[in-house]
């Protein structure tokens, strides 16, 4: 499964099965976002949460080997700036792609605006030489 | 139109997910680096063409030691170091964007909620804005936001939520906390004070 291939297969039926997961439990829906992030309705949040902890739990299980990390420069304000975008517009980077597949044509805007984040944060990161790191990807 | 799902199911579906991406493909789950390898494709096509060239000449010279009946090398030869694992190929994290859209179209037309509209729904209109214009705008420095701020923090809510946090990676457990935190804290200036 590590070949080109196998990756392109993991690639396609796990995007298939993030959309569809993602759009059942609701990220795509902004009240529902919202109701999270304001504490009214706590079950997108226990959906996180509760996915975040299985997967520490079968990790540790299954004794699948940790890359080391490093807190690097960009960590707390690329966070912040992320947290401000995710509040307003309602979408991380996969949201707006699946508010599109729901029928919500304005999520293209929201799109575009990634579009040219993404590029400026690579033309300003590499003239300043900003270390971004990775979360392994 | 059916209920969204409950959190357990939401909790084991997104689990899932990542749990058998990560096993499938040994590598981290993350939408932001996709876009970013996708968006720049021309830099990544070069440096993926690079790796196979390296990877050739690092090939050849296993085979010429190995031919040289060397065994493992000794003295002041260093062994030939396995190369570190190439990232997924361009056309693989293309495909997992067009795949999100597609598994997105398949639930919200399976659950009843498909419908095709030029505003982002009666939440949007009610907590942000209703303009069309200021609507607009919100949207484009919003997404301006997690573009940049998701490639400067170096992942997302999956790549830094999910799996960083599923393998208790001190970044990522910053990271979640930051921009979880900030969200917070912006949503409900938008709920009670806009």
Request: a positive charge.
């Amino acid at each position: 499964m590590r070949t080109q291939g196998g990756i392109l297969f993991a690639n396609i039926g796990a995007g298939l099965a993030l959309g569809f997961v993602v759009t059942s439990i609701g990220f795509g829906d902004f009240a529902e976002l919202n109701r999270m992030f304001t504490f009214q309705d706590l079950r997108m949040f226990l959906a996180f949460a509760g996915a975040v902890a299985i997967i520490v739990a079968v990790f540790a299980i299954a004794g699948v080997r940790r890359t080391p990390t490093r807190i690097h420069a960009g960590v707390v304000p690329g966070a912040a700036l992320f947290g401000v975008g995710w509040a307003i517009s309602g979408g991380c980077p996969a949201i707006p792609i699946i508010q599109v597949g729901s029928g919500y044509l304005p999520a293209l805007v929201s799109i575009a605006g990634i579009v040219v984040g993404i590029r400026l944060c690579r033309r300003v990161t590499t003239r300043l030489r900003i270390d971004t790191g990775s979360c392994g990807v | 139109m059916t209920d969204y799902w409950p959190w357990w199911a939401g909790a084991i579906g997104l689990a899932l997910v990542t749990i058998a991406y990560s096993l499938a493909a040994d590598r981290s789950f993350g939408v932001s680096g996709a876009w970013d390898r996708v968006l720049h494709w021309r830099t990544e096509r070069d440096l993926e063409r690079r790796r196979a060239r390296d990877e050739v000449e690092r090939r050849a010279l296993v085979d010429a030691l190995a031919g040289a009946g060397s065994g493992p090398p000794a003295g002041p030869h260093a062994p030939v170091p396995e190369p570190p694992p190439r990232p997924a190929s361009l056309v693989s994290q293309a495909a997992l964007l067009v795949s999100i859209l597609v598994g997105g179209f398949v639930a919200a037309t399976v659950s009843g909620r498909f419908d095709l509209r030029l505003d982002m729904g009666a939440g949007f209109a009610d907590i942000v804005t209703a303009d069309p214009l200021t609507m607009v705008v919100v949207l484009f420095v919003g997404g301006v936001l997690v573009g940049f701020g998701t490639r400067l923090a170096g992942g997302c809510s999956s790549g830094h939520g999910l799996h960083g946090c599923g393998r208790l990676y001190p970044v990522s457990l910053v990271a979640t906390a930051v921009f979880f935190g900030t969200a917070v804290v912006v949503s409900f200036l938008l709920w009670k004070v806009v």
